[in-house]
T-cell receptor, first 115, second 113 residues
Framework: NAGVMQNPRHLVRRRGQEARLRCSPM?????VYWYRQLPEEGLKFMVY????????ESGMPKERFSAEFPKEGPSILRIQQVVRGDSAAYFC?????????????FGPGTRLTVT | QKEVEQDPGPLSVPEGAIVSLNCTYS??????FMWYRQYSRKGPELLMY????GNKEDGRFTAQVDKSSKYISLFIRDSQPSDSATYLC?????????????FGGGTRVLVKP
């Protein structure tokens, strides 16, 4: 029973490049959340998606960041024109549609380094 | 003021001791309370969650919620070196537009053999 999968695990980008992070939720889960963990800071919510819908993007920076969860395939968090301040660990979590909807299970994260 | 406050530690205890962790929060609308464990450079792992005030036990772990004081605790009995990790409390404000988690900053715990 595979858990939440994220790739790549490590990503190095130069300033100005694009970063694309992927997340496959647990089997049977249809809700995806993205969180960011900056160095020496706690986890902060970014965006919540269901299939083909963005439900809550209140934690997402207004510029350069976007997220999607298509009907087929993984959820994607895209960061355009990366800057040094984007260096962080990005975690995806998933939860089921029914039942224990408040239980969010996290993936191993993608560590983004901007040089 | 942060919505969820948590002492960063580190908290160092000898093996076999009880580890006591806590968080305070300011928003009385938080309804679900979680504890996650995070090992270095890994994703958070859900340990327990609870809704009502009172105690909830699961093996060596006991979660306690006091909504009147806006205070939650996690106790780890018979601590082991493998319990050395950062422990994060998290809370959910239930609303129609999703159940995002609001985290405390985490407490680093070191259990010494």
């Amino acid at each position: 029973n595979a858990g939440v999968m994220q790739n790549p695990r490590h990503l190095v980008r130069r300033r100005g490049q694009e970063a694309r992070l992927r997340c496959s939720p647990m089997k049977g889960h249809s809700h995806v959340y993205w969180y960011r963990q900056l160095p020496e800071e706690g986890l902060k919510f970014m965006v919540y998606l269901q299939k083909e819908n963005i439900i809550d993007e209140s934690g997402m920076p207004k510029e350069r960041f976007s997220a999607e969860f298509p009907k087929e395939g993984p959820s994607i968090l895209r960061i355009q024109q990366v800057v040094r301040g984007d260096s962080a660990a990005y975690f995806c979590a998933s939860s089921p549609l029914t039942g224990a909807v408040y239980e969010q299970y996290f993936g191993p994260g993608t560590r983004l380094t901007v040089t | 003021q942060k919505e969820v406050e948590q002492d960063p530690g580190p908290l160092s205890v000898p093996e076999g001791a009880i580890v006591s962790l806590n968080c305070t929060y300011s928003n009385s609308a938080f309804q679900y309370f979680m504890w996650y464990r995070q090992y270095s450079r890994k994703g958070p792992e859900l340990l327990m969650y609870t809704y009502s005030s009172g105690n909830k036990e699961d093996g060596r772990f006991t979660a306690q919620v006091d909504k009147s004081s806006k205070y939650i605790s996690l106790f780890i009995r018979d601590s082991q070196p493998s319990d050395s990790a950062t422990y994060l409390c998290a809370m959910i404000l239930i609303k129609a537009a999703g159940n995002k988690l609001t985290f405390g900053g985490g407490t680093r715990v070191l259990v010494k053999p």
